[in-house]
């Protein structure tokens, strides 16, 4: 049973709005929706990760050519979903197998269009390095400090698209300080700037101008096909919609956990942080590390099932990963990542690993291979209503 207080609307500033009424329990369901749950770099960005680790640990190596005995205990260090070895066999596209000293054991060595990607890809990283730097720069800006825990940035470089390198040659606009107890960080150097986030800069798109200081600009909403919502969540929304914005930018120490507006706060904030990654999409897990630094409630991950007119929730790949839905619109303003096309060309020849397989097949007993055509999807059995899944 929803019950709603009806709470007038002041003048849209912060420093005179106090915010009367407290945190509605809103109970939203879940619904699959296969277009998100299609997008090829998002469902095959965990293959990716660690094919790229892989190749990236090859390349250091002499004549860029790595024994079995090298790798086959560095599942983790690769965050490899099965062993090593049998990783990489399923990407013939991008490994090739030869015979080597000693022993005439197996070795492994990139594929001449692995090769090719691989310059291409640090041709971007070189060329478009102050986009990279921007973004993290961005995502500093956003924590309460103004800097973050290396180890923190390192959980974040696969989605904002940085290079290996990037944490140890940080740009001018970084440098490295003590956090205590022994933690080092980065922080963002001349962080007094005004920085506009993607729904402020989409309110000026629409009426020319920047709103004043948490005015209430309401949120895109794309909602799933079939996702009907029931009238008092209709209502809900439409006076969410109407609080005041609070820049991810802005300091928030002054607001209630338990009200409307600090949730309000809470979804400007994920929104922010997913548009400024490679696929605007992030596995739901990989997102606790942040919740201290950017001030997100205990339980921040409820805000994607409570508002899935903005954030789906795609539950293959056994895990569970938030999608923005705006940056998969026809209409979306946010920008695309600058590494998003080599990595889709990398999906691509991920692809070509699943002819070159078959035709092996059609060349040996099916007894000698392995089926390795699983997509590792979640039983979807139980899961109809979003809301019993454990978060």
């Not at 790229?52 to 790798?71: G, R, W």
């Not at 690769?78 to 066999?89: G, L, N, Q, Y």
């Not at 895990?319 to 979306?332: H, M, N, R």
Request: hydrophobic share 35%; charged share 30%.
């Amino acid at each position: 049973m929803l019950s709603f207080k009806k709470t007038p609307l002041r003048p849209l500033f912060l420093a005179i709005y106090t915010p009367k009424s407290h945190y509605v329990d809103v109970k939203m369901k879940w619904k699959k929706d296969p277009f998100y749950d299609s997008i090829q770099p998002i469902q095959k960005s965990n293959h990716l990760k660690s094919i790229i680790s892989i190749k990236n640990d090859i390349q250091t190596h002499p004549n860029s050519c790595i024994p079995i005995s090298a790798i086959s205990k560095l599942k983790f260090q690769f965050d490899a979903p099965t062993k090593v070895c049998k990783f990489i066999r399923q990407y013939p596209s991008f490994f090739e197998e030869f015979r080597g000293e000693p022993n005439n054991l197996p070795w492994f060595r990139l594929t001449h269009e692995a090769i090719d990607l691989d310059r291409e890809e640090w041709a971007v990283y070189r060329d478009r390095r102050p986009e990279l730097a921007a973004r993290l720069r961005r995502l500093i800006l956003m924590s309460k400090e103004k800097k973050l825990p290396l180890s923190v940035i390192r959980g974040m470089g696969w989605y904002l698209g940085l290079p290996n390198d990037f944490i140890q040659n940080p740009d001018g606009d970084f440098e490295f300080v003590e956090m205590g107890d022994g933690v080092q960080g980065l922080r963002a150097v001349n962080s007094g700037e005004d920085v506009i986030s993607v729904v402020q800069r989409n309110a000026v798109a629409r009426m020319g101008c920047l709103a004043g200081p948490n005015s209430p600009i309401a949120f895109p909403l794309f909602p799933s096909k079939g996702l009907r919502l029931k009238r008092k969540i209709e209502v809900w929304l439409d006076e969410f919609q109407k609080l005041p914005y609070v820049s991810p930018y802005e300091d928030s120490s002054h607001l209630r956990a338990d009200t409307d507006v600090s949730e309000k706060r809470a979804v400007g904030i994920l929104h922010e942080l997913l548009s400024l990654f490679v696929d605007h999409a992030a596995e739901r897990r990989k997102l606790i590390c942040l919740r201290k630094h950017l001030r997100l409630p205990q339980k921040f991950s409820e805000v994607f099932v409570r508002h899935p007119h903005i954030f789906y929730l795609s539950l293959k790949n056994k895990t569970c990963t938030v999608i923005l839905k705006e940056a998969y619109s026809k209409d979306s303003a946010i920008e695309k990542h600058p590494i998003l096309e080599v990595r889709k060309k990398y999906i691509e020849l991920m692809d070509k690993s699943k002819t070159i397989l078959r035709d092996r097949r059609s060349r040996k007993p099916a007894a000698e291979i392995e089926d390795l055509d699983s997509d590792g999807e979640m039983d979807s059995e139980g899961v109809e209503d979003f809301h019993r899944i454990n978060l």
